[in-house]
């Protein structure tokens, strides 16, 4: 017995919205099914979960916090996958940028220096995902050396350098030697969009690149060019678009998101730089990117719900006593549903018995 | 035993897991499956085979249950991305963080508990020649399997029709259904020998690497091994030569601690990451372009009717 | 998008729903605990929860304790508020990289008590706790420096911060009062939890001529690798010994039990105010498990040893200290270095070789 697709002749565009929706359905029965031989209530998990975190200003705020950096990073991303490069170091690049940016923070901390700082910070910022965005797709090429390879290894590279400042040249003075930095002044820190609350121009800046990125891949030659270069690598030569401009400037691109990503996080939510900055951003960005099918709406949306999720777990732990490890769990299995029904919406699943043939 | 024995030895037993999670991924991409889920795969490995071990109080039952809990990771991804042709990327993302959460509840019962050391099989006579006797001929049997793997690998994929076979669906998987081969078949059985293999690989993490399970233990070596498939440009050969050198580098940085060199242990840890990517550069630059990904790799198979 | 309209109406329900429940809330103590690593660590974390678990063993039903495990540090400013805004009154952070959050969520919510392992920033309602680990590091470093036949000793680090240093330099000094030749080699881990790796820096030592391994990450791997060779070492954060039976020598073991038992009651009694706490072998927040594996005269020396140290006869930076480059350190703790020296340290004594990481 197996399975057999069968391409749907004309997709709905009702079908394609409502997929996700009966896929979290499917993923929060299969979650509560577990949750029930736990011995525990499956509404107050659902509850608890997501409608909670929904419905109140806090958590929202909260939400957008966490989105942010998932957004901004995975925005990029799509412009590489949309040309089919992988890369899978936007981590590295968004300790780079952070790196870079915090620099200038460092360099003019306990100064008098102006309002010029935070930008000056952010445009760095910038500049250090590119640059690190770059180095793999210069080895790619340049030398011909794989892409994932070398992204990957550069994200372990950026992690210990920034560990390193931390604990050494950047270590506060002041700070009984432990692996932290001073803290910003306010000149670089990035100002909260909305007073009193954590939500920064971080979260500005990624609705911007959203809306931006939509132009760009519906309306622009570059988009047009960049979707050929991925769907058909050959038919885009023909058209004289060059592979190689187009691998570094989407490395560029998303790098340089990245990098923004990075020293927004560390100037307007850390406030200092630490060993760590992220807890894997950039590899968690892969699957916002592919969750919301690297389109630019379908990436905010995407980061939003894995914000959520992520909140959720900790509602869990708090309210709930449920361990960490069954949210990751459910999280697992709640984008393998959201996926499955995304390619399903293209395609009818037929059991064929044995000894049918296609 | 010398210091240069010893050495290797600890090589030999960092580079295990690396080259067995690697051999088993280079299979299923090499059918045109890219499968990101290793980390959570041997994650799910190390759980049950520890879990197995202990309460079986069996080394060998523990190792085939890492295998098959690797293999079930893989069928649930074979599944989605074979059976609903799914986006193969997210799913394997979907999978390690599936494979994380899971192996975290499997194995929490078994926090503390621990396993004796499983034995070495020493060839008489031939390990007691110097230098290599101890080095090849008095390891334990994933060492071995290991490298057995590697030869059978290479000889499957190089030299069976079977193995010809996978090779053509993952090259070109249109034109290889056009020939009446079973695209889907042979790639779900790539898959699940890719999961068994990362099964195997966490196993050997817990079982005799450090003989207890504790939540996060693999510690980012499926990515690793990943790249290793990679660094091998898809040739099992080379998945040997990439797994040893990124083994013997993490083990020579911890040396060159202990020798006193007076470098930042920041930038000796990160010898491993930086040998990988001069190497691969090395090998760019006296092969011209290196051996590109299989052709179909990553992208969904739906025949056409 | 459909999903966030479909769950916008939801939410509104539940919080109908939520808001209703609400006012039945029991005057249990809430008290929540911030974790850095998985419960199950069985190291630094894992301590932490028999901590707690010790809270609910004395106090029953007038408490009700919560914990949230695996809090990214660059990241747990929310997972904090979030247990300050669902009720709890008593919150432990139990890792130095939650410093700045745990202060300015503290800040927010002044009638919660805060209580902050290893920093050094208090406020009205934030205390620090901490324990003298390098107390039992002296005595391990006796027995050490007596048990070694290389005359070479070796220690496992996970990162050169003050704590540690500190370590190396009490176990050193320990080493060195028994036997004025011995050497000592240190291996940076570069993690607190990373077994495998672990286990190759035990190896490295052991190849390089180490006898005794002593280690400040948190897996048994590195007791392990000894035992395996025949060779001896010692447990850290717990008492390992069923992991090598015949090459643990003893164990520094965290006891936060009697700490959290106390501040629990101290809130229960209304007498918390904000302080910091540093307890030793005394104060039993560091205790030695059982000697063995030794001979005789070894074990009664390390238990003089500890006796001593408890009684305050002997301090383990009694003056003078000399620094690697023969300078001696100024003595500002009286007869001892002074804590904040201690807290600080970011020099190798004389007779340690290695450089130290800056």
Redesign the interface.
């Known amino acids: 017995m ?2 057999e ?3 749907r002749p004309n997709v709905s565009p009702v079908m394609r ?2 997929a ?2 009966i896929a ?1 359905a499917v993923a929060f029965l299969i979650a509560g099914f577990v949750i029930w031989l736990m011995g525990r209530s499956p509404v107050s998990a659902f ?1 608890v979960y ?3 975190p ?3 200003t ?1 958590a929202l705020q ?1 939400l957008l ?2 989105a942010t950096p998932l957004a901004l990073i995975a925005i990029g991303l799509s412009y590489c ?1 949309r040309a089919n490069l992988w890369n899978i170091g936007a981590e590295g690049q968004f300790v780079m940028g952070a790196i870079l940016g915090s620099w200038l923070a460092l360099a003019t901390h306990g100064t008098d220096a102006g309002p010029w700082v935070i930008p000056a910070m952010l445009v760095l910022g910038v500049l250090g995902g590119m640059l690190y965005g770059l180095i793999p797709a210069f ?1 790619k090429t340049r ?4 892409e ?3 992204s ?3 994200v ?2 950026a992690q ?2 920034l ?2 400042l931390a ?2 040249p950047w270590r506060d003075p002041k ?6 930095s001073v ?1 910003f002044d306010p000149a670089a820190t990035l100002p909260a969009i909305i007073e009193g609350s ?1 939500v920064h121009y971080g979260a500005l800046f990624a609705l911007i690149a959203v809306i931006v990125t939509a132009f760009v891949m519906n309306r622009s030659l570059f988009g047009y060019r960049l979707r050929l270069t991925g769907d058909a690598p050959r038919a885009a030569r023909f058209a004289g678009f060059d592979p190689n401009r187009t691998t570094l400037a989407v490395f560029a691109i998303s790098g340089g998101l990245a990098g923004l990503a990075g020293i927004a ?1 560390v100037s307007g ?4 730089i ?6 894997g951003y950039g ?1 968690t960005a ?2 916002v990117a ?2 919301g099918r690297l389109n630019p ?1 379908g990436i905010l ?1 995407a980061a ?2 894995i914000a959520l999720t992520v ?1 959720g777990g ?2 869990a ?3 709930l ?1 449920l ?11 709640l ?2 549903c959201v ?2 029904a ?3 919406v ?2 009818r ?1 037929r059991l064929v018995g044995r000894g049918a043939h ?1 | 035993m010398t210091t240069f024995e010893a050495i290797l030895l600890t090589i030999v037993t960092a580079s295990t897991p690396f080259l067995i999670a690697a051999l088993g991924e280079l299979v299923a991409e090499r059918s045109g499956v890219l499968n990101l889920g290793l980390e959570g795969m041997m994650a799910m490995g190390a759980a049950c085979s520890f879990a197995a071990a202990v309460t079986f109080d069996s080394s060998l039952i523990g190792a085939g249950a890492g295998a098959l809990a690797g293999a079930l990771m893989a069928a649930l991804f074979a599944l989605v991305v074979l059976g609903f042709a799914a986006n193969q990327v997210g799913s394997g993302l979907a999978l390690t963080i599936l494979g994380l959460g899971l192996s975290g509840l499997i194995g929490a019962p078994f926090v503390g508990a621990k396993r004796d050391p499983i034995g070495h099989i020493t060839i008489p006579g031939l390990s007691e020649l110097p230098v290599v006797g101890r080095l090849f001929f008095a390891q334990d049997l994933f060492v071995y399997g290991s490298l057995v793997l590697t030869l059978a690998v290479a000889f499957f994929l190089h030299r069976t029709r079977a193995g010809l076979m996978l090779r053509s669906i993952g090259e070109n998987h249109t034109s290889a259904h056009a020939l009446g081969l079973p695209v889907l078949r042979v790639r779900l059985l790539a898959v699940l020998f890719g999961g068994a293999c990362a099964g195997l690989a966490g196993a050997y993490l817990s079982l005799v690497y450090t003989r207890f399970w504790s939540p996060g233990m693999i510690a980012g070596r499926g990515w690793i091994a990943l790249a290793l498939v990679v660094f091998a440009a898809w040739r099992p050969g080379w998945a040997l030569v990439g797994a040893y050198i990124f083994g013997a580098a993490s083990v020579l940085q911890l040396h060159a601690q202990a020798a006193q060199f007076g470098l930042p242990s920041q930038v000796l840890s990160a010898v491993p990451y930086a040998a990988t990517i001069l190497v691969l550069l090395l090998l760019s630059l006296r092969h011209g372009r290196a051996i590109g990904a299989p052709g179909s790799l990553g992208s969904p198979f739906v025949p056409e009717r | 998008m459909n999903i966030r309209v479909t769950l916008g109406a939801l939410a509104g329900a539940a919080a109908l729903a939520l808001s209703a429940g609400g006012a039945s809330a029991q005057e249990k103590l809430k008290i929540g605990f911030i974790y850095v690593g998985p419960v199950g660590d069985h190291g630094w974390s894992y301590q932490h929860d028999v901590g707690r678990k010790a809270i609910e063993k004395a106090f029953g039903d007038k408490v009700e304790t919560t914990y949230v495990e695996s809090v990214p540090e660059a990241d747990s400013e929310r997972a904090i508020e979030q247990l300050a805004r669902t009720g709890h009154k008593l919150v432990f952070t139990t890792s130095f990289g939650f410093m700045e959050p745990t202060l300015k969520v503290a800040k927010k919510y002044p009638n919660v008590k805060f209580e902050h392992a290893t920093g050094f920033k208090r406020a009205p309602n934030v205390s620090t706790y901490a324990a003298k680990f390098h107390e039992g590091r002296y005595i391990i470093g006796q027995i050490a420096g007596k048990m070694s036949k290389t005359g070479t000793i070796g220690y496992v680090g996970a990162f050169p911060i003050p704590e540690v240093v500190a370590g190396i330099n009490s176990y050193f000094l320990g080493a060195q009062s028994v036997n004025p030749n011995i050497k000592i080699k240190v291996v940076w881990a570069n993690s607190w939890y990373d077994p495998a790796k672990e286990a190759d820096a035990g190896k490295a030592l052991l190849d390089q001529g180490v006898d005794i391994i002593a280690q400040h990450t948190d897996s048994p791997a590195p007791l392990q690798a000894a035992e395996a060779r025949g060779k001896f070492g010692f447990g850290q954060a717990s008492d390992m010994e069923r992991f090598a039976p015949k090459a643990q020598l003893t164990a520094i073991i965290d006891n936060w039990a009697d700490y959290y038992v106390a501040r629990t009651k101290a809130v229960l009694d209304g007498t918390w105010k904000s302080e910091d706490t540093w307890g030793g072998l005394n104060a039993h927040m560091v205790v030695m498990a059982p000697y063995k594996n030794m001979p005789d005269d070894v074990k009664k020396m390390a238990e003089e040893t500890e006796t001593a140290i408890k009684s305050g006869k002997l301090n383990p930076f009694k003056c003078p200290i000399v620094k690697q480059d023969g300078s001696t350190v100024e003595c500002k703790g009286g007869a001892a270095l002074s804590d904040e020296q201690i807290l600080g340290m970011n020099f190798y004594v004389k007779g340690i070789d290695d450089k130290l990481p800056q």
């Open positions: 197996r399975l697709l069968i391409p919205a409502i996700p929706v979290f509850q997501v409608l909670h929904l419905a109140d806090w909260e916090v966490k996958f080895l030398f011909g050396v794989n994932i390879l070398t990957l290894m550069l372990y590279i210990l350098t560990d390193y604990r050494g700070g009984f030697n432990f692996p932290q803290t954590r996080e939510q850390i406030g200092q630490q060993p760590s900055i992220s807890p590899f892969i699957t592919f969750l709406f949306a939003l719900v909140i900790e509602s732990q708090i309210m006593k361990p960490l490890d069954l949210t990751l769990a459910f999280q697992g299995i984008l393998l996926l499955s995304d390619a399903l293209s395609y699943v296609a």
